[in-house]
Every structure is written in C-alpha cells, then in structure tokens.
C-alpha cells in the first residue's frame, strides 16, 4: 500500500492506494502534519510506501521521521517520466504538472491532452500524440483572484466563493462574483476552445480544488476528477518502480 502526499499551494492532500485502487482520501493541517500522517497510517498500517511531490513550502525533511517505518520516496526531476518534455526550461517546471502529464499520458497515451489543474493557481499542461509535453499556462486561481482584488485595491472586501447570479453584477459583491467566477470559467472554456479547432480528438482533464465547482459551468462539457492529481502519483510512482 502506497500514502502519497500531494503538497500544493493551498493545500497537503493525501491518499491511500491498493495498486491502482484509491482507498481513502485526506486533506493535512500543515500545522499538525506528522501527527495527521501517523493518523492516517494508523488507519491503514499496511502502508510501506511514503510517496510525497511538493510545490509548497515542505520540503524532503519534513518527512524524515517516517523513513524509520517506512520506504520515503520524494517525487523529482530525476524521476523517470513517461512524456517527452519539451518545456523550455525544464529546470523550473513545477513537479505537479509534470506529475499530471505522466498521469494523463499513461491513461491516454498518444493522444492530444490538455489538462487543466483549478488549485491555488490554474495551470493548463498540453501533451501531443506524440507523448511531447510543451508547456501551456499559470493563471490565477479562483481564490488567487478573490484575494487579489482585496489585496490591491482600496475599496474591495474579500469575498469568499459563490456562485454569480447572472452575467452582470449590480452590486459590488455581485460584480466580483461575476468578475471571478465568469471571468476563470470564460478563460478555461476559451483555452478548451482553442485547443479543439487546433486538434481533433482531443481529451480534457479538469482537477484542483475547483473543478467540481467549475466543471457544471463551463460550456464545454468536462468531467471533474479531483483525485486526479494524487491518482497520477501513484501511476508515477508505480512507473517509476517498475523503470528502476
Ligand atoms: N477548505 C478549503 N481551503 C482552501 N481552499 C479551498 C477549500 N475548499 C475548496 N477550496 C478551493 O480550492 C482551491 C485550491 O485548490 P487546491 O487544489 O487545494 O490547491 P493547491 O493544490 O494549489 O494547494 C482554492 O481556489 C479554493 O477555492
Ligand atoms: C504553477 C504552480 C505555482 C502551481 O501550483 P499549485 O496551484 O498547484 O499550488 C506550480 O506548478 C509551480 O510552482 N510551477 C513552477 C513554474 C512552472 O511550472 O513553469
Ligand atoms: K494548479
């Protein structure tokens, strides 16, 4: 059994995998880290592998306590991958998509992907049939764009996530809802646009934290699959165990 560790922005997001098979599903206090893992290996005491990738703040020793019990394994750069990576600076691309382009690639292999990862910011990740991965976008994610509009500006509260009434905010409240809901959910419809009249046949994964709250408004029809961030580890990891 394998305990991945997602770390993000926003978010420790974590999950237990039999195989392929995702067991059960927990979102760490960043606070109460060691003690919430130790929780969860209780919980499922046939673990043996710790498999963590981070974009955050947390770094390898953090998870140094569980290498007594466990086989740590911190996903990198240097992990095989099974796209070609044609990112021009491979370097400073973030572990996450290069993690959701090895999970899509090997659930869709040789077709056009983008996937689109609605978290703290949206990334949207292209892979041709080829398997090459190019790259694609970092926008603001929804509570990024919220947050923002406080932060910088005099005279605007922060709101917290709510859906808009209609296309046109009569009030304050209701033009920021309309600003930051319609504007993401305008943004990733015009991306899946593009990409379509570009390439036939074209598969589209939408994850993060929103998804769920954005596939049901967008125009193209999209099904969220949240864990696919954590499901995609496991798929790297497996991948990786059996490249070594
Ligand atoms: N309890 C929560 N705390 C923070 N963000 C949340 C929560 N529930 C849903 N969200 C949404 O999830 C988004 C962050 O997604 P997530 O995938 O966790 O980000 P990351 O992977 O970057 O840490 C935010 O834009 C926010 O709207
Ligand atoms: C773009 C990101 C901040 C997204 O992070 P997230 O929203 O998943 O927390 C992360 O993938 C990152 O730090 N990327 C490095 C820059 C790049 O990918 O080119
Ligand atoms: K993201």
Redesign the pocket.
């Known amino acids: 059994m394998v305990l991945v560790i997602d770390v993000?922005?926003?978010r420790i997001k974590g999950a237990v995998f039999e195989g392929h098979t995702l067991l059960d599903f927990f979102i760490f206090d960043e606070n109460k880290l060691q003690k919430n893992i130790q929780n969860s290996l209780k919980k499922f005491p046939n673990v043996t592998y710790l498999v963590v990738s981070s974009?955050?703040s947390i770094e390898k020793k953090a998870f140094s306590t569980f290498e007594a019990t466990l086989k740590v394994h911190f996903i990198t750069r240097n992990n095989p991958f099974p796209f070609v990576n044609k990112?021009e600076?491979p370097h400073?691309?973030?572990?996450?998509?290069m993690v959701l382009a090895a999970g899509a690639t090997m659930l869709h292999p040789n077709r056009n992907r983008l996937i689109i990862?609605a978290?703290?910011?949206?990334?949207y990740d292209f892979i041709d049939t080829n398997n090459d991965y190019w790259?694609g976008a970092?926008a603001p994610?929804l509570r990024l764009r919220y947050e923002s509009l406080h932060n910088y500006t005099e005279k605007l509260p922060l709101l917290s996530l709510q859906a808009p009434h209609g296309l046109t905010g009569s009030s304050t409240e209701a033009s920021i809802h309309s600003g930051v809901v319609n504007g993401l959910v305008y943004e990733i419809d015009g991306f899946i646009d593009e990409y379509k009249a570009k390439y036939p046949n074209f598969i589209i994964i939408l994850t993060?934290g929103d998804a769920d709250f954005l596939a049901n408004r967008l125009k193209n029809t999209i099904f969220a699959n949240s864990n696919f961030?954590l499901e995609s580890m496991n798929q790297t990891f497996q991948y990786k165990i059996n490249n070594d």
Do not use: A, E
């Not at 400073?92 to 998509?97: A, Y």
């Not at 978290?119 to 990334?123: H, I, K, L, R």
């Open positions: 993000g922005n926003t974009v955050g990112y600076t400073t691309l973030g572990i996450d998509r990862d978290g703290t910011c949206v990334t790259g970092i994610g993060g961030l």
